[in-house]
C-alpha cells in the first residue's frame, strides 16, 4: 500500500482501545480511516469524515472490520531445530524439568542454534515474521538466549539486526540468562558473573543500538531472584530496560523483583503472589499473560489474571513462540485462551494484545487506531469482531495494512 494520503473506506466497522484510558474499547459501525505517510490522521463514523478528505483516494476495506494490528510482547523468535521428539516424550508423560536436567529442553535448542550460521538464523526469522503478519501481528519483541555462549548469542544479535534492517518492525531483548549452558554446568554463580560482566558489555559494544532491553530466566534450579537482580542492574547500567521470566514454574518473587527494579514487563506469572500482584500495579509494571505456554505444558494453573485487573494491573498477552513450550505462531490462539482459561472478557483480552502490548514496549503510537497511531491494521473478514474468539477453531486471514 503506498504510503500517501488515503481514505480506507467500506468497513463493516472498528473496533480499538482508547489509549486515554485503561481498558475501553470503541466501537464504531460503517467506520473510515483516513491515513496519511502512514499514520492515522482521521477515524470515525464514514458519514462524518471531515470535508477536507472528501477527494482522497479511497481504499476498499472489502466489508472487514478494522482492528489495530497485534503486538506480541515475549516471543523467542530466533531458534534453529526444534523440539517434537520432546514434545511427544512430554505427552509419554516426563516432566519438561526432567528433560531439563538430563540435557534435553533449552539445551537441546542451544546445540542446534550454535551450529547454524547468521544468514539460516535470518531467513528463519523472517519465514516466522511472514507468517505472524499473515495472521494480523505487527510489531514483536524477540529475544536471545539459544546461543549461551558470546559468540553464539552475538550471530543472534547480528540476525537481528539484519532483521531490523530489511524493515521488520521488532524489539531486542538479551536473554544470555536464560538457561545455565553445558560449559558452566553446577556453576550458576559463575556464569551469572561472565553474563553480567563480561558478556552483556560486550554485546552492546558489538550490536550498538540493537537490544532495549534485558531479560532473565528466575526459577527454582535456574537463575536465582539475587542472581537476576544482579543481571538486570548490569543491563540498565547499559541502558537495558529489565523484563523478567517471573513466577513461571513456581513461586521465587519474580513478579515483586520487577517492580523493585522498575522492569518494563514481568512474564508468565503462573505462580504470581498477590503482593506481587500489588507492586507490579503500584509501580505500572505490565504483567504480560503467556497461555499458550500453560497449555503446551499441559498445565492447570492458569495465570490469575482476573485477580491482577482487579488489582489494577494493565496486563497484555504473548505467545511465548519457542520450541519447547510455546511451538505457536497463532495470536487467535492467544487471545481465545486468554478469554477461555484466563476468563478476560474479549474485549480486555483484545486490549491486553494490542494496547498493553504495545505500552509494554514503549510504543505509544501501535496497539489503537487514534489519530497519530501507526496505519497498522489488520482487516478481518467477519460479521462481528467477537467471532474472532467465538468460532474457536476457526482460522481467520486478515489483510493486513502496515
Ligand atoms: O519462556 N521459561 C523459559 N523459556 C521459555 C522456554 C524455552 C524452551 O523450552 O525452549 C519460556 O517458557
Ligand atoms: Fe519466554
Not at 42 to 52: C, F, K, N, Q
Not at 244 to 272: K, P, Q, Y
Request: hydrophobic content about 40%; overall charge negative.
Amino acid at each position: 500500500m503506498k504510503k500517501s494520503a488515503t481514505v480506507l473506506t467500506n468497513l463493516k466497522g472498528l473496533l480499538t482501545p482508547d489509549p486515554q484510558s485503561l481498558w475501553k474499547i470503541d466501537r464504531i459501525d460503517d467506520a473510515a480511516i483516513a491515513m496519511s505517510e502512514g499514520r492515522i490522521a482521521w477515524m470515525g463514523r464514514r458519514t462524518d469524515l471531515p470535508a477536507a478528505w472528501s477527494d482522497s483516494p479511497t481504499t476498499d476495506g472489502g466489508g472487514a472490520w478494522a482492528l489495530p494490528g497485534f503486538v506480541d510482547p515475549h516471543t523467542h523468535l530466533l531458534f534453529a531445530g526444534d523440539r517434537s521428539g520432546e514434545f511427544n516424550r512430554r505427552l509419554h508423560g516426563i516432566p519438561y524439568t526432567q528433560l531439563a536436567a538430563e540435557g534435553g529442553g533449552i539445551r537441546e535448542t542451544v546445540r542446534a542454534t550454535r551450529a547454524a550460521t547468521v544468514q539460516e538464523l535470518v531467513a528463519l526469522g523472517e519465514e516466522r515474521l511472514q507468517t505472524l503478519r499473515s495472521r494480523g501481528v505487527i510489531h514483536i519483541e524477540a529475544k536471545t538466549g539459544y546461543g549461551l555462549e558470546l559468540d553464539a548469542e552475538s550471530r543472534l544479535m547480528h540476525a537481528y539486526s539484519e532483521l531490523k534492517r530489511r524493515g521488520w518492525s521488532l524489539d531486542v531483548t538479551l536473554l544470555p540468562a536464560h538457561d545455565i549452558p553445558v560449559e558452566f554446568a553446577g556453576n550458576t554463580e559463575g556464569y551469572s558473573r561472565v553474563v553480567k560482566d563480561v558478556w552483556l558489555p560486550e554485546l552492546v559494544r558489538r550490536h550498538p543500538g540493537v537490544a532495549r532491553y534485558c531479560d532473565v530466566f528466575i526459577e527454582t534450579g535456574v537463575f536465582t531472584i539475587e542472581q537476576g537482580r544482579q543481571i538486570l542492574e548490569a543491563g540498565k547500567n547499559l541502558g537495558l530496560q529489565p523484563r523478567i521470566h517471573a513466577d513461571e514454574l513456581s513461586w521465587t518473587g519474580g513478579a515483586e523483583l520487577s517492580a523493585e527494579l522498575g522492569a518494563a514487563s514481568a512474564d508468565h506469572l503462573m505462580f504470581c503472589s498477590e503482593q506481587g500482584m500489588k507492586v507490579m500495579a503500584a509501580s505500572r509494571v505490565t504483567p504480560i499473560l503467556l497461555p499458550t505456554t500453560t497449555l503446551c505444558l499441559g498445565m492447570r494453573d492458569w495465570a490469575p489474571a482476573r485477580a491482577m485487573i482487579e488489582a489494577g494491573c494493565r496486563l497484555a498477552l504473548a505467545s511465548d513462540f519457542n520450541p519447547g513450550s510455546s511451538p505457536c505462531l497463532d495470536p487467535l490462539l492467544v487471545l481465545r485462551l486468554g478469554c477461555l482459561q484466563l476468563r478476560l472478557t474479549f474485549e480486555e483480552a483484545l486490549t491486553a494484545m494490542t494496547l498493553h502490548a504495545a505500552r509494554s514496549l514503549g510504543h505509544s503510537d501501535l496497539g489503537h487506531l487514534y489519530p497519530g497511531a501507526r496505519a497498522a491494521i489488520a482487516l478481518w473478514p467477519v460479521q462481528d469482531p467477537l467471532e474472532l474468539v467465538y468460532w474457536v477453531g476457526e482460522a481467520y486471514v486478515p489483510y493486513v495494512i502496515c
